[in-house]
């Protein structure tokens, strides 16, 4: 199994057309040959879970049979095309899972394909539905994560993803390596804390931790790679 993520940015002037895409990508991609999860979603301005949306910036997240259905939908689909057309920024990152606990819309999308033990750089998803009566004290508790977060040593870069901006969120992001990543979720106080609260207090109804291994990046966002050097395989060849 193949994870793709692709974030792309939309100029000002065509953030309408941003929101249209949401509603008109949804047809072809649940007929892309080989897509067997997707999810279409708007992003986030912090890098994590965030109240305010992005309407410049766009995610679509997909997994794939294999490499070649995603090189067919990269390179020929509709959405691919339109993406294009509007001469959209975007940055795409190729993964494959390693582990994956929990449900996203009642599935579990990812199917282990790579070694946990292999080293390197990781990526990882945390996404959950809140439930109503705990967005207050999960929106306390996420300006508090979101910036230790940005701090974190070992953190290449993240984003906030998600269907709904308040009560459907993910992020998604990469580490220099899982020791890193266990440090920030495990051994920080603030953050086992809130761990603790998403526990003791019930807050979400539906949630899912996935971790992968990346395999290829390319593109850019804001005029640069946002794995700032973390180069992982050349680029594919794109048609015009």
Known sequence: MIVSLT???YRKRY??????????????IRFQQGCTFWQLMGSGKKGTFDLNPDWQQWALMACWDN?????????????????????????????EPIQSHGKWDGKEPFSPTAKT??????AVITRATIRFNRMKPFWASAAK????????????TSFGIGEMPAYKQATFSIWENAESMKDFAYRSAE???VIQK?????WYSEELFARFKPIEAFGTLHGSDPLKGFSLQPKPEQKA
């Open 117 to 122: 033990e292999e080293a390197g750089p990781i």
């Open 145 to 156: 994560v979101a910036d230790l977060m940005k701090d974190a040593k070992g953190l290449i």
């Open 191 to 193: 953050h086992r804390e």
């Open 67 to 95: 490499r070649e259905n995603f090189d067919r939908f990269y390179n020929t689909s509709f959405i691919a095309k339109w993406w294009r057309f509007f001469k959209n920024e975007s940055w795409t990152i190729l993964c």
């Open 198 to 202: 998403t526990k003791d207090e019930n």
């Open 15 to 28: 953030i309408p057309f941003a929101l249209i895409a949401m509603a008109v990508f949804r047809l072809p």
């Open 7 to 9: 974030i792309t940015r």
